[in-house]
């Protein structure tokens, strides 16, 4: 029956295909446009769950392989999963928060072979002191990893080392994972070396589209650029401008934000962000995500339905991405966290999209799912 199925898939897949040659629209030619595509369509369907290290640890437990906080809570694994690339940079084998770099390897090109969607972070070291991301007491760092500066030369080696790894992601036949790329988020804020602390605006600038031609120019093909400034609560078209990189150089406009004070501020900050950020988004062809967000340790049992949720409702936003679930600190959806039952129920009411809502799986006689035929 299934092999059936299949088999008509196939032949529909093939008859369109044809068609579509006879009269072109539009093709997508690269793996990052047939991402925007898929998330520009799948928001019209509902908002995506994402997490952090979804699959690495939780809050009772970590390391363990073939774990998931959330498919123990709701029977699915996110739509999005987040992975970190700090510690990269200087060939640690495990990355700054202790996870083995062959492990997001995996990791990453399973959750895309199951249909899943990818985004990756990068915190990495200072490059002018060699502190953490968080050391901003060099005032001097970005001027020197731009062209020209002392400490460039060594910041593109830290940039082959990314580009390198993200090389690597090539589950069949050559083809490139898509990646949702966010490099130097928060940047309105001041606690990274590349936030207001430690450069200009134009430096910051320079120094995204420096990173930015030197990815492309080794991964053309398979990039989403997000640019996700931190929670602002005030933006004006001109603040929000100063750092911008560019049209040309984003497609994804995220957000960043966490409730760490009291609910009331959060609903109110997040609203004014997202109510400048959506019409943004909207008026220069955007994709907008929550790009961040979470409650530390989930003191609140319905903050997913009460609080975020309301908040999100009236904006077109493709997915919301909890950090990570680390015993001492925890953001997502857990069986051990307090939210476990509001969030099963948001599940069940289609009120948050899981992996299986965006890639059904339909194993052929072989065992390969179908999300994997469509996607690879
Ligand atoms: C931060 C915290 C840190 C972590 C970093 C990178 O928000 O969770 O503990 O090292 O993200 O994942």
Redesign the pocket.
């Known amino acids: 029956m299934k092999k059936t199925f299949l088999l008509l898939l196939a032949a529909t897949l093939l008859a369109t295909t044809s068609c579509q040659r006879e009269t072109p629209k539009f093709q997508y030619r690269t793996q990052s446009e047939k991402l925007i595509a898929r998330m520009d369509s799948l928001r019209t369907h509902g908002l995506l769950y994402g997490h952090?290290?979804d699959t690495f640890y939780g809050i009772t437990w970590q390391w363990d392989a073939d774990r998931s906080d959330t498919r123990e809570l709701v029977a699915d694994y996110p739509a999005v999963m987040g992975f970190?690339m700090?510690g990269l940079e200087r060939s640690e084998k495990n990355?700054?928060?202790g996870v083995p770099f062959e492990r997001i390897e995996r990791e990453i090109i399973a959750h895309y072979k199951r249909g899943g969607i990818v985004t990756l972070?990068w915190?990495p070291r200072n490059p002018a002191t060699n502190g953490s991301?968080w050391d901003v007491s060099d005032t001097t760092v970005v001027a020197s990893i731009l062209p020209g500066g002392k400490n460039h030369e060594r910041f593109v080696t830290w940039m082959r080392k990314l580009t390198n790894f993200m090389k690597k992601l090539k589950p069949v036949r050559g083809r490139s994972v898509p990646i949702i790329l966010r490099p130097f988020h928060e940047a309105n804020g001041g606690w990274f070396w590349w936030g207001t602390k430690c450069c200009t605006d134009e430096q910051y600038k320079r120094l995204w589209a420096m990173f930015q031609d030197f990815v492309n120019a080794e991964l053309p093909n398979n990039i989403v650029w997000s640019y996700s400034p931190n929670l602002q609560g005030n933006w004006t078209e001109e603040e929000f401008m100063r750092r911008y990189p560019g049209n040309d150089r984003v497609q994804l406009i995220g957000c960043d934000a966490y409730q760490w004070e009291d609910e009331k501020s959060f609903i109110t900050q997040l609203d004014a962000d997202l109510q400048f950020l959506d019409s943004f988004a909207h008026d220069n062809h955007k994709l907008l995500a929550l790009t961040?967000c979470g409650i530390r340790n989930s003191p609140t049992p319905d903050w997913w339905s009460r609080v975020l949720l309301p908040v999100l409702s009236p904006y077109s936003i493709c997915y919301c991405l909890a950090?990570?679930n680390?015993h001492v600190?925890h953001f997502g959806a857990s069986v051990d966290a307090s939210t476990a039952d509001d969030f099963r129920e948001l599940k069940a009411k289609r009120k948050l999209l899981f992996l299986k809502d965006i890639a059904p799986q339909i194993y052929d006689a072989s065992g390969r799912n179908s999300a994997e035929i469509i996607w690879l």
């Open positions: 952090q290290d970190d700090g990355n700054l928060d972070s915190h991301a961040e950090w990570r680390w600190e």
